[in-house]
């Protein structure tokens, strides 16, 4: 069979549609290629999935392949992708994640990690799994003398316990919040860590949820909270129940967005500064003092790193990327790192991404102070965003060299990721952008921040026209 192995293997993972770009011999090539890149023949390796109708046989395909070269596979059946993260984490073992994240139900992909839930990227190990796995499709998988065997663990009670002792919720004030799951895996997690199905005690936490079901076709909407479409319905139950707050999952629980008692977005670069703030009084009350890092990557609000800084810690500015982050977060020792698209990265979590943990600090932070989240939300939020605005353009080269011709004498130039430019209007109030182009897609993503609100939309204005050309 004809497989596009370079449109399939993306960056950071593996995404394609079922059944035409994904199918499950080249699943089990995966697993194949997977288990002789890490050198995992003799070892374990985890394999859990989502909901999604095609998960469960691409699991099996993927172990068979595993197997065939030698691992022993231990699957963790349905699961978050930080579920995932966490037995790799916890049990030490390179894991594979069958998800397609937040798109629609006619995709599925894998998410890989080494031992201690350690990102697996094209530069680190996924461009090789593709080669190998390439090779074995076309010639076969051949199996060695002693194949793996297989096994099943549950591991959501633990990791339900582990994430309720980095965020300890037990005493904060009775409130009563909404929780969209959008038929993805927040169903089975939220339950397990915010209320008792995994076996813990009972929290002060009211939970009214909303599409808990697990169903991998989406009924009800798509699981992308990044879309402000599909919190319409969380932000009209959060109004209609008179709720404290709303928090949006996404299709594999790895993402989280916050609703205010208003149906108002919070902003992840807002969340981002309030659990920055809280992971650093959190370690320094431990003891820990010196060399604090944080990261942030370059598009969240500025109120991200001054936060940061006024609290004592070194903020350390990123490139976009989820494999990058968590290579990043190892190398200096990050005990948190925040991106805006709300994938939140923790030290005391294997440096793995974790929208459970993120939402806990919220409820935490909320949950100890007389405040509604609204007022809370504010003082992290100062400055003005337009949010990631996506563009189709034909000729990307030339739209950017469209920007960089207005702007030359503006503002500051800096080629970091992707473009940004910064500068102040007449007034003395500053702003920034960035244009950054998709890296399999024909898109340039803008994003602007100013300090005054009708700069924001000015330089938003006229940046996107330039772009459209």
Same mark, same amino acid.
């Given at each position: 069979?004809?497989?596009?192995?370079?449109?399939?293997?993306?960056?950071?993972?593996?995404?394609?549609?079922?059944?035409?770009?994904?199918?499950?011999? !080249?699943? $089990?090539?995966?697993?194949?290629?997977?288990?002789?890149?890490?050198?995992?023949?003799?070892?374990? %390796?985890?394999?859990?999935?989502?909901?999604?109708?095609?998960?469960?046989?691409?699991?099996? &395909?993927? @172990?068979?392949?595993?197997?065939?070269?030698?691992?022993?596979?231990?699957?963790?059946?349905?699961?978050?992708?930080?579920?995932?993260?966490?037995?790799?984490? !916890?049990?030490?073992?390179?894991?594979?994640?069958?998800?397609?994240?937040?798109?629609?139900?006619?995709?599925?992909?894998?998410?890989?990690?080494?031992?201690?839930?350690?990102?697996?990227?094209?530069?680190?190990?996924?461009?090789?799994?593709?080669?190998? &796995?390439?090779?074995?499709?076309?010639?076969?998988?051949?199996?060695?003398?002693?194949?793996?065997?297989?096994?099943?663990?549950?591991?959501?009670?633990?990791?339900?316990?582990?994430?309720?002792?980095?965020? /300890?919720?037990?005493?904060?004030?009775?409130?009563?919040?909404? !929780?969209? &799951?959008?038929?993805?895996?927040?169903?089975?997690?939220?339950?397990?860590?915010?209320?008792?199905?995994?076996?813990?005690?009972?929290?002060?936490?009211?939970?009214?949820?909303?599409?808990?079901?697990?169903?991998?076709?989406?009924?009800?909407?798509?699981?992308?909270?990044?879309?402000?479409?599909?919190?319409?319905?969380?932000?009209?139950?959060?109004?209609?129940?008179?709720?404290?707050?709303?928090?949006?999952?996404?299709?594999?629980?790895?993402?989280?967005?916050?609703?205010? $008692?208003?149906?108002?977005? %919070?902003?992840?670069?807002?969340?981002?500064?309030? %659990?920055?703030?809280?992971?650093?009084?959190?370690?320094?009350?431990?003891?820990?003092?010196?060399?604090?890092?944080?990261?942030?990557?370059?598009?969240?609000?500025?109120? %991200?790193?001054?936060?940061?800084?006024?609290?004592?810690?070194?903020?350390?500015?990123?490139?976009?990327?989820?494999?990058?982050?968590? /290579?990043?977060?190892?190398?200096?020792?990050?005990?948190?790192?925040?991106?805006?698209? @709300?994938?939140?990265?923790?030290?005391?979590?294997?440096? &793995? /991404?974790?929208?459970?943990?993120?939402?806990?600090?919220?409820?935490?932070?909320?949950?100890?102070?007389?405040?509604?989240?609204?007022?809370?939300?504010?003082?992290?939020?100062?400055?003005?965003?337009?949010?990631?605005?996506?563009?189709?353009?034909?000729?990307?080269?030339?739209?950017?060299?469209?920007?960089?011709?207005?702007?030359?004498?503006?503002?500051?130039?800096?080629?970091? /990721?992707?473009?940004?430019?910064?500068?102040?209007?007449?007034?003395?109030?500053?702003?920034?952008?960035?244009?950054?182009?998709?890296?399999?897609?024909?898109?340039?993503?803008?994003?602007?921040?100013?300090?005054?609100?009708?700069?924001?939309?000015?330089?938003?204005?006229?940046?996107?026209?330039?772009?459209?050309?």
């Amino acid at each position: 069979m004809s497989v596009n192995w370079d449109a399939i293997v993306k960056t950071y993972d593996v995404r394609g549609l079922v059944n035409v770009d994904l199918t499950a011999d !080249v699943v $089990e090539a995966l697993g194949a290629g997977f288990v002789d890149e890490l050198e995992a023949a003799g070892h374990s %390796v985890i394999v859990g999935h989502d909901m999604r109708d095609s998960s469960p046989l691409f699991a099996e &395909a993927f @172990a068979r392949g595993a197997q065939k070269r030698g691992a022993q596979v231990i699957s963790i059946g349905l699961c978050s992708t930080d579920e995932s993260y966490f037995a790799s984490g !916890v049990l030490n073992l390179p894991a594979a994640m069958f998800t397609a994240s937040h798109n629609p139900a006619t995709y599925n992909g894998i998410k890989f990690s080494r031992a201690g839930a350690r990102g697996v990227s094209l530069d680190t190990g996924l461009a090789a799994i593709r080669d190998r &796995a390439k090779a074995y499709l076309a010639d076969g998988i051949p199996e060695v003398s002693s194949p793996g065997g297989f096994e099943k663990r549950d591991v959501l009670a633990e990791y339900a316990s582990y994430l309720r002792k980095l965020v /300890d919720l037990s005493a904060v004030k009775p409130m009563r919040i909404v !929780v969209d &799951a959008a038929n993805g895996m927040g169903g089975l997690t939220v339950p397990a860590v915010l209320s008792t199905a995994a076996g813990l005690a009972a929290l002060p936490i009211e939970i009214i949820d909303m599409y808990f079901e697990l169903d991998g076709t989406f009924p009800n909407h798509e699981a992308n909270p990044l879309e402000p479409a599909n919190l319409v319905d969380l932000q009209k139950a959060v109004i209609a129940h008179k709720a404290d707050l709303g928090l949006a999952f996404d299709g594999d629980a790895d993402r989280c967005f916050v609703i205010d $008692e208003n149906g108002d977005a %919070v902003t992840p670069s807002a969340v981002a500064a309030m %659990v920055a703030r809280r992971e650093i009084a959190r370690v320094k009350s431990l003891g820990e003092d010196k060399d604090i890092t944080v990261l942030y990557n370059l598009i969240t609000s500025k109120v %991200v790193a001054e936060v940061i800084e006024t609290d004592g810690a070194r903020a350390e500015r990123t490139k976009v990327g989820h494999s990058l982050i968590k /290579d990043r977060m190892a190398e200096t020792n990050a005990i948190f790192g925040g991106e805006h698209s @709300a994938h939140y990265y923790f030290r005391d979590f294997w440096g &793995a /991404d974790n929208g459970m943990l993120a939402a806990m600090h919220v409820l935490a932070e909320f949950g100890s102070q007389p405040e509604t989240l609204s007022a809370i939300a504010k003082q992290y939020n100062p400055y003005f965003l337009s949010g990631e605005i996506n563009s189709t353009v034909q000729d990307v080269p030339a739209a950017k060299a469209r920007v960089e011709q207005a702007f030359a004498d503006r503002g500051d130039f800096e080629y970091f /990721d992707g473009l940004t430019i910064s500068g102040q209007d007449a007034l003395g109030s500053w702003w920034w952008f960035n244009v950054r182009a998709s890296n399999t897609e024909p898109l340039l993503r803008l994003n602007v921040e100013a300090q005054e609100q009708a700069t924001m939309v000015r330089i938003r204005d006229e940046a996107l026209a330039l772009i459209l050309g």
